[in-house]
């Protein structure tokens, strides 16, 4: 039986598997820059990898605020359908909460829409509390 391992997205990654992860996270067509997101220092990707297949993919960018010091943001989280339940989600999610740690982050957080019943659930299991920021977003 095929072992999955977590990695760093690379360059050298399929931009055709990387899309299709993205393009069931947002069902639309995505063209992810790579190259850009592998030469942030800021932007930390990592995937579920098996068998050459990419299984899962979840980034946490790193930012500093006056308030509250480094923060991590958790951003697209995603498991292929055919491998949800499979228990990748955790695992990437604890694997972005250790790189936070390393790199001592105050807190960090994610957004989820309330349809998003299971993965909701996830994050509370790690210890996420849900708040009503009223968060607003103007898309440039």
């Known amino acids: 039986m095929s072992r999955s391992i977590i990695r760093e997205l690379c360059g050298n990654d399929s931009v055709e598997q990387v899309s299709r992860l993205i393009s069931q996270l947002t069902r639309r067509s995505v063209v992810p820059d790579i190259a850009s997101m592998v030469m942030d220092p800021s932007c930390h990707v990592i995937v579920i990898e098996c068998d050459g297949e ?22 697209d989280v ?7 339940g499979s228990g990748y989600g955790r695992k990437m999610l604890e694997a972005l909460l250790d790189e936070a740690r390393i790199r001592k982050t105050v807190c960090v ?22 708040r009503e920021t009223g968060e607003f977003t103007h898309w440039l």
């Open 109 to 130: 957080q994610l957004v989820s829409e309330p349809e998003r019943a299971t993965a909701r659930a996830l994050y509370d299991s790690l210890g996420f509390t849900l």
């Open 78 to 84: 995603v498991v292929d359908e055919k491998m949800r």
């Open 54 to 75: 990419l299984l899962g993919l979840s980034s946490i960018v790193f930012y500093r605020t006056p308030t509250r010091g480094l923060t991590g943001r958790i951003e």
